[in-house]
């Protein structure tokens, strides 16, 4: 079946640095990756929609400067977080949606990003 | 717009009992897909059964159902025969548009299920 792997699976880092999340999809191609957080004890929240060589388009109150996404190929998409701050801390997940969907199976998970910002 | 309402924040059921999940959804988009997933606390998000508007039959997968009540708008999830290994949080999702769309999914508020031994 399909499959995403999404590095690193945690990572702590200190105020004001950048960190990365890579997702990848590793037998298929993604054109369009979904991007979500998750605070503790409640629900995904989409972040962001991309799609491969173009634009991500953001959902409303996420800030695009801070959250900066790349589709850059059909099967590598990222996500990086500008200058963490504590609040930033949360689990950030992709979805990819292989090719232009497919019943049942056209949402793949990552495993999930748990990220604490110190 | 779109929305998920789960009204059911914790739930608590005897192993080998049935159990019923609940989850209304709104939308105008006549096309639309129902999706439920599982979530233990590894975190990781597993997909368990999917619903489309246009489905004739409730979908099943092994012990888990989906009960589509269109008219209604609600979607509860049946998982029969429940075993320790059910203990997670369960989502109910939503997709606006054909399956062959690339629309996004939003999910409600979750419901942690508990299986008693």
């Known amino acids: 079946g399909a499959v995403v792997s999404q590095h690193p699976s945690r990572v702590i880092c200190k105020s004001g640095t950048s960190v990365k999340i890579e997702c990848r999809s590793l037998?298929?191609?993604?054109?369009?990756m979904f991007w979500y957080r998750q605070f503790p004890k409640q629900s995904l929240m989409l972040m962001a929609t991309s799609n491969e060589g173009s634009k991500a388009t953001y959902e409303q109150g996420v800030e695009k400067d801070k959250f900066l996404i790349n589709h850059a190929s059909l099967t590598l998409s990222t996500l990086t977080v500008t200058s963490a701050h504590p609040e930033d801390s949360s689990f950030y997940i992709c979805s990819a949606l292989q090719g232009r969907g497919h019943r049942y199976y056209g949402y793949t998970f990552g495993s999930g990003t748990r990220l604490t910002v110190v | 717009a779109q929305k998920i309402t789960q009204t059911q924040p914790g739930m608590f059921v005897q192993e080998k009992e049935a159990v019923t999940l609940d989850c209304t959804y709104d939308?105008?988009?006549?096309?639309?897909?129902l999706f439920w997933y599982k979530q233990p606390s590894s975190g990781e998000m597993i997909f368990l059964i999917y619903q489309g508007s246009y489905d004739q039959q409730n979908a099943t997968e092994g012990r888990y159902s989906l009960n589509f009540q269109k008219a209604r708008k609600s979607a509860n999830l049946v998982i029969s025969a429940s075993q320790l290994g059910d203990s997670a949080m369960y989502f109910c999702a939503m997709r606006e548009g054909q399956e062959s769309s690339a629309s996004k999914i939003i999910f409600g508020s979750g419901t942690r299920l508990s299986i008693r031994p």
């Open positions: 037998d298929f191609q993604a054109t369009t």
């Open positions: 939308t105008s988009d006549p096309s639309y897909g």
